[in-house]
């Protein structure tokens, strides 16, 4: 039956896929209107934690934020739709890779990459990797409840030439991996989940006791990876730039949480530039450790 559920789910989005992406976009401020002022989806959320990050802005200067957030998310959400099957063309057209010759430059030296990002901009189209990297590319992910969702975005993912992998069988993997230069692609900056004395607290774009997930160092340094910021971000409403930024390319050589630091230094920075287009809508800090 869920299998019928996804073949007709495949149908729809293919049929949609039919109209040229330009013209999706005509049904964006549709969405916007649906989620902001229908729905409202997770106002409460949104509002709450841009309140968290930005304590000095006025209610009517979150209030604009907020609106530009959903906007871009009903943006996003079209792109979504046309993911399945949007040609390779498009996806060029629409992402400018500015570098991507720093990533030739490890694979010739046979090193492994560790490329993190958050969620930013529009962080599902950065799997478009495969079409300007030579390495194996590993796209780690954490397995949805729904599996009609997580059939759709893991067959999204895949696409190019990417392989999606669950986080706990990412090392025996890489490691097997020593004869070709693999690049590991994980989006970082969730609530991280499971066991939580691996979690590592600090602050994060400016709110103290933040539980941040600390996978992308620990494989980085087990490897002895090339560490790379993905530096995505939205250039007008469908185009995307793509920048390769290197914080470290001697990763067993760094101390503990070195990495992870610099992961989410990078991420504030580009927050705080454009917050509209960070995902402002998920409930980040729910595990957040509040000591007096």
């Not at 209610?59 to 099957?85: C, D, N, W």
């Not at 895949?158 to 392989?163: L, M, S, T």
């Not at 490897?223 to 007008?236: G, H, L, P, S």
């Not at 001697?250 to 287009?277: A, F, V, W």
Request: contains cysteine; charged residues 25%.
């Amino acid at each position: 039956m869920k299998n019928f559920v996804y073949n007709c789910l495949k149908g729809v989005l293919f049929v949609i896929s039919l109209i040229p992406i330009r013209g999706g976009y005509v049904f964006s401020p549709v969405i916007y209107f649906i989620l902001r002022y229908v729905i409202k989806y997770r106002s409460k959320v949104i509002e709450s934690n841009l309140q968290l990050v930005f304590p000095g802005m006025s209610k009517e200067e979150i209030s604009a934020v907020s609106k530009k957030y959903y906007r871009h998310l009903s943006e996003t959400f079209v792109e979504l739709i046309y993911s399945l099957y949007i040609p390779e063309k498009t996806i060029r057209k629409r992402i400018r890779f500015v570098n991507s010759e720093l990533l030739d430059k490890y694979y010739s030296e046979g090193r492994h990459v560790v490329a993190v990002t958050g969620h930013y901009a529009n962080w599902e189209w950065g799997y478009g990797f495969p079409m300007y990297c030579r390495h194996k590319l590993m796209e780690v992910y954490k397995k949805l409840n729904n599996k009609i969702s997580d059939k759709l975005f893991h067959d999204v993912r895949a696409r190019f030439g990417g392989i999606p992998v669950e986080m706990s069988n990412m090392k025996p993997i890489l490691a097997e991996s020593k004869k070709h230069p693999t690049l590991v692609y994980l989006v970082a900056d969730q609530t991280p989940a499971g066991n939580e004395q691996s979690w590592y607290y600090t602050s994060f774009l400016g709110v103290s006791g933040t539980p941040v997930f600390t996978g992308p160092e620990k494989i980085a340094r087990k490897f002895d990876a090339v560490f790379v910021f993905v530096n995505m971000q939205k250039v007008k409403r469908g185009y995307y730039r793509l920048e390769f930024i290197p914080l470290c390319e001697n990763s067993g050589n760094t101390s503990t949480h070195e990495l992870t630091d610099k992961y989410l230094r990078m991420m504030e920075q580009i927050i705080y530039d454009k917050p509209e287009y960070w995902m402002w809508s998920h409930r980040r800090w729910k595990r957040r450790k509040i000591t007096t």
